[in-house]
């Protein structure tokens, strides 16, 4: 397909690197993360500030050529559809055996170099988030991956999402379902703005929380 232009930056992207929007039947702007939906779209960059400006501006109208609404929540709307799609991924990786839960085997998961992603609940201890970090941080050192470490659930959503109890960290295999699950963390984390940071000082393609 070709590149695509965001209505707000107008920078061009190729489309599944940027959201797809629609009119929906009620004339109220729709967000489209599949890229599915019938009907004239246009594509925003997928960053929650660039949606609110969208918004704010009444940029929709003018790109579907159409006498179009958009709810003030839209960001919020996509922001939950994001978190749905990420934590429906995670719980299909987790029923795959992609998933290990609890500090002792989110630690043993890293340093056998199996882990492709954690994941802190919100709630999570600075102890906890500490002790995986430096597992984190030694595996990177030896030449090993640099697994990415990122915080964006309640200890409540990843318990349902995996159907467990009191999960607050979780390791993520480098399989299929976990890969999948991990693309959609991302972009989850991308649209809300929150920044890698490298495992090792120098190093990239990490998130790591700091706390």
């Not at 190729?14 to 594509?43: Q, S």
């Not at 299929?176 to 699950?181: L, R, S, Y």
Request: charged share 25%; net charge positive; with cysteine.
């Amino acid at each position: 397909m070709n590149d695509r232009t965001c209505i707000v930056t107008r920078q061009s992207e190729a489309p599944e690197r940027l959201l797809r929007f629609v009119a929906g039947p009620d004339g109220t702007v729709v967000p489209d993360l599949k890229r599915n939906l019938p009907g004239r779209g246009c594509w925003v960059t997928p960053s929650r500030d660039i949606v609110e400006k969208a918004v704010a501006k009444n940029l929709f109208a003018r790109a579907l050529k159409a006498p179009v609404k958009a709810p003030s929540d839209l960001a919020e709307q996509v922001d939950r559809l994001y978190a749905a799609s990420a934590l429906g991924t995670l719980g299909l990786a987790r029923k795959a055996g992609a998933v290990a839960l609890g500090a002792a085997k989110v630690e043993a998961t890293v340093r056998s170099g199996k882990a492709a992603g954690v994941l802190h609940a919100i709630e999570a201890s600075p102890d906890g988030i500490r002790k995986i970090a430096a597992a984190r941080k030694s595996v990177a050192h030896l030449g090993g991956p640099h697994v990415p470490a990122i915080r964006l659930f309640s200890e409540q959503e990843m318990s349902l999402a995996m159907g467990a109890t009191n999960v607050i960290h979780a390791a993520v295999l480098g399989q299929g379902p976990g890969e999948a699950a991990l693309k959609r963390i991302t972009a989850l984390a991308a649209y809300r703005g929150i920044e890698p940071e490298p495992a090792l000082p120098g190093a990239a393609g990490a998130i790591e929380d700091t706390e």
